[in-house]
């Protein structure tokens, strides 16, 4: 009796872990006929020459997809605060959705979330509406639910210790008095072992109380110095994710413009989006 190699092609793929079941009618012969075969053993069918040693090996798992960066933008809803110093980690969240195409229009886990790609990485943009001493809701139901590593989650604010429209890369550390960080590390147990972009907006003039300071809107000028901030922010953050922390960190905690560093804007980093990532 000799059995068909089509059936065979379709037994290789079984797992032999788990019990073994043989319906006969996966065989080109009566049921009466299967039941007389003398000796019959998973080495009898293993060994068909209508199977090859190179077609026995089944093919290695793909990589699992990328998780995503989270990066997350701090500020307050609503129109009243819009444009404030406070926002300005709303406003470089916003510009690098803008640079990249992302659009941030879901609403989920008490924030504003959108999902792209920054090259071939897979990124989550969030600004947490749960006003800005409650971020770490919102941010550690994201990182929770993902389950996003911390060193891929980057948390952009402003920063009342750095002069007006500097930036500076930090791998990790404390909330530096800043209400929205405290509320993060608080909800992720206590870890400040996550990277952060800080934005200065400068300190208040004379007297005047940072509360107050901080809700104020910026001047025209002050805008106008914003915008190769945001510019600056939204390079580092691609170096960040395509080459890594070192780099991005020597390139946005210099001194130098963009242009004697010898970074072009976006175009070196043009590229194909895998079709396969999901997240």
């Given at each position: 009796m000799k059995l068909s190699s089509s059936p065979l092609s379709t037994i290789r793929f079984l797992n032999f872990n788990s019990p073994l079941i043989i319906s006969p009618l996966s065989f080109n012969f009566p049921k009466t006929t299967f039941t007389h075969v003398p000796n019959f053993s998973i080495h009898t069918i293993t060994s068909s020459p209508a199977i090859t040693a190179e077609e026995s090996q089944l093919a290695p798992p793909k990589p699992p997809p990328h998780l995503p960066?989270?990066?997350?933008?701090?500020?307050?809803?609503?129109?009243?605060?819009?444009?404030?110093?406070?926002?300005v980690g709303f406003e470089m969240v916003d510009a690098i959705a803008e640079s990249e195409g992302i659009s941030i229009n879901n609403v989920n886990f008490k924030a504003?979330?959108?999902?792209?790609?920054?090259?071939?990485?897979?990124?989550?943009?969030?600004?947490?509406?749960?006003?800005?001493?409650?971020?770490?809701?919102?941010?550690?139901?994201?990182?929770?639910?993902?389950?996003?590593?911390?060193?891929?989650?980057?948390?952009v604010y402003d920063d009342l210790d750095l002069p007006f429209a500097k930036l500076r890369l930090l791998p990790k550390g404390g909330h530096g008095g800043h209400n929205g960080m405290r509320s993060i590390i608080d909800r992720l147990k206590g870890s400040r072992d996550f990277p952060r972009l800080r934005i200065g907006i400068g300190r208040p003039p004379g007297k005047m109380d940072a509360v107050n300071f901080v809700l104020r809107p910026?001047?025209?000028?002050?805008?106008?110095?914003?915008?190769?901030?945001?510019?600056?922010?939204?390079?580092?953050?691609?170096?960040?994710?395509?080459e890594g922390f070192d780099k991005s960190a020597t390139f946005v905690n210099s001194t130098k413009s963009m242009e004697q560093l010898g970074w072009k804007h976006s175009s070196k980093w043009v590229d194909l989006v895998p079709s396969f990532i999901s997240f």
């Open positions: 960066w989270l990066i997350v933008g701090l500020g307050n809803p609503g129109k009243k605060y819009n444009a404030t110093r406070h926002n504003l979330l959108g999902r792209g790609f920054i090259g071939n990485v897979p990124v989550m943009l969030a600004k947490p509406h749960t006003f800005m001493n409650s971020s770490g809701e919102s941010v550690g139901s994201i990182v929770s639910y993902y389950k996003i590593p911390l060193k891929q989650v980057l948390v910026f001047n025209k000028q002050e805008r106008e110095e914003l915008e190769f901030t945001f510019e600056r922010g939204i390079e580092a953050v691609r170096i960040l994710l395509l």
